[in-house]
């Protein structure tokens, strides 16, 4: 049985999302304002996969990816992070597997290559590279609130999310 993927993509700075998904709390309470809606989206989304079945694939590092982590894991969903280095500590704890790369940057375009469809949330150049590694290779991608403009780009994380349901129900 192959499983689906769902590859997750986002901002890895802690410090812009102010908190950690690790702390014991659903959501950190020092998560506040837009960067809130952004760490919510991204726990929403592990979960909806999980739910139907999809592995969440990440960077496996803190922020967004974390969150996503977290979302999947605590409805019953299977996580991976493809990590930049070679040390397995370096990925957040919400990580079932861990593939150590030592890659840095380039492992973006393992992450990327990995999921059905790629959802990316806020982020950087690092999203954004990521992004257009998804848009080279045709991915099925989908954003909330991208550092890029394209056609699956959402500010409105209901739409968003009624985009993504449909995604996931298409495959």
């Given at each position: 049985m192959i499983v689906r993927t769902i590859c997750v993509i986002g901002a890895a700075d802690t410090d812009a999302?102010?908190?950690?998904?690790?702390?014991t709390q659903k959501e950190s309470p020092?998560?506040?304002?837009?960067?809130?809606?952004?760490?919510?989206?991204?726990?929403?989304?592990?979960?909806?996969?999980?739910?139907?079945?999809?592995?969440?694939?990440?960077?496996?590092?803190?922020?967004?990816m974390e969150y996503a982590s977290k979302g999947a894991r605590e409805n019953g969903g299977i996580t991976v992070g493809?990590?930049?280095?070679?040390?397995?500590?370096?990925?957040?704890?919400?990580?079932?597997?861990?593939?150590?790369?030592?890659l840095g940057h380039a492992r973006n375009a393992l992450v990327v290559?990995?999921?059905?469809?790629v959802?990316?949330?806020?982020?950087?150049?690092?999203?954004?590279?990521e992004i257009a590694i998804a848009l080279k290779m045709d991915k099925n991608l989908i954003s909330l609130h991208s550092p890029y403009a394209h056609s699956a780009n959402?500010?409105?994380?209901?739409?968003?999310?009624?985009h993504f349901i449909h995604q996931m129900e298409s495959l």
């Open positions: 999302l102010a908190g950690s998904a690790s702390a020092s998560v506040c304002g837009s960067d809130s809606v952004l760490a919510e989206a991204a726990y929403k989304v592990g979960a909806l996969a999980a739910e139907r079945g999809f592995a969440v694939l990440t960077g496996g590092r803190t922020g967004i493809v990590i930049p280095g070679y040390k397995r500590e370096e990925a957040n704890p919400f990580c079932d597997i861990v593939i150590p790369t030592g290559s990995s999921g059905d469809i959802v990316s949330i806020g982020g950087g150049m690092g999203t954004l590279s959402f500010t409105d994380p209901s739409g968003f999310f009624n």
